[in-house]
T-cell receptor, first 113, second 114 residues
Framework: GAGVSQTPSNKVTEKGKYVELRCDPI?????LYWYRQSLGQGPEFLIY????????DSGLPNDRFFAVRPEGSVSTLKIQRTERGDSAVYLC???????????FGPGTRLTVT | AQKITQTQPGMFVQEKEAVTLDCTYD???????LFWYKQPSSGEMIFLIY??????QNATEGRYSLNFQKARKSANLVISASQLGDSAMYFC???????????FGTGTSLTVIP
C-alpha cells in the first residue's frame, strides 16, 4: 500500500518568508509525528498528533513553528519568518494508534537563503 | 531524560561479512522500546528491527539481529552477510512508555566494501 508522502521534496526560500510543508500519512494511522533532521544528526522530535489534536508539541523550537491536522489525516507544518538556521530535512512519520514502529516519509529538504 | 548514544560515526565492512553497530541508551523508565532504522542516501527512514524492554529473547529479522543487554543498557545491531545495498546511515532510537516521541542517536555510516 501507499506509504507516508511529503510535499514538496525540496523547498528553497528566502530568509523571512513563510513556508508550509505537507505530510500525508498512511491511511488508518491515527498518530502522526514531525521531526527535524539537521546535517550529520539524527532526527529531532517536533510535534505529535493523535487524531486531530496536538498531543505533544514540546519539540517545537519557538512560536514561529506551528502544525495542524484538521481532519485527522493530512498535516501541515508551518514556519513563519524563516531563518537560515531552519534549514534542515523535515521528516514526517505515522503509526497505528501511536504504538510500535513509526513509518517515515521521504522528507522535505528546506533551504533558507 | 532519555538519551541514545552511537559512538561509531563510520564503519566499514567487507561484503558477506558480519558487522556490529553499537548503541547504548539511558532512561529511568522501566518500559521502553528500542528500534533500528536505516537511512539510505535517498533520505527515507526504513524500519529494521524492534526490541521491547521486557522481551527476553533478542529480536531477529532476516539478516538483522539485535543484541540486547539490558543491564548494560545496550542494543547493538548485528547485520550478517553484508551486502552492497546495506551501505547507508543507521540510527538507533528509543521510545518510552510514558512518552510519544522517538529519541534518536547521531547515527553510524556503514560502508560495505566489495
Amino acid at each position: 500500500g501507499a506509504g507516508v508522502s511529503q510535499t514538496p521534496s525540496n523547498k528553497v526560500t528566502e530568509k523571512g518568508k513563510y513556508v508550509e510543508l505537507r505530510c500525508d500519512p498512511i491511511s488508518g494511522h491515527t498518530a502522526l509525528y514531525w521531526y527535524r533532521q539537521s546535517l550529520g544528526q539524527g532526527p529531532e522530535f517536533l510535534i505529535y498528533f493523535q487524531g486531530t489534536g496536538a498531543a505533544d508539541d514540546s519539540g517545537l523550537p519557538n512560536d514561529r513553528f506551528f502544525a495542524v491536522r484538521p481532519e485527522g489525516s493530512v498535516s501541515t507544518l508551518k514556519i513563519q519568518r524563516t531563518e537560515r538556521g531552519d534549514s534542515a530535512v523535515y521528516l514526517c512519520a505515522s503509526s497505528f494508534k501511536g504504538a510500535g514502529e513509526q513509518y517515515f516519509g521521504p522528507g522535505t529538504r528546506l533551504t533558507v537563503t | 531524560a532519555q538519551k541514545i548514544t552511537q559512538t561509531q560515526p563510520g564503519m566499514f565492512v567487507q561484503e558477506k561479512e558480519a558487522v556490529t553497530l553499537d548503541c547504548t541508551y539511558d532512561t529511568s523508565d522501566q518500559s521502553y522500546g528500542l528500534f533500528w532504522y536505516k537511512q539510505p542516501s535517498s533520505g527515507e527512514m526504513i524500519f529494521l528491527i524492534y526490541q521491547g524492554s521486557y522481551d527476553e529473547q533478542n529480536a531477529t529479522e532476516g539478516r538483522y539481529s539485535l543484541n540486547f543487554q539490558k543491564a548494560r543498557k545496550s542494543a547493538n545491531l548485528v547485520i550478517s552477510a553484508s551486502q552492497l545495498g546495506d551501505s547507508a546511515m543507521y540510527f538507533c532510537a528509543m521510545i518510552v512508555n510514558t512518552g510519544n516521541q522517538f529519541y534518536f542517536g547521531t547515527g553510524t555510516s556503514l560502508t560495505v566494501i566489495p
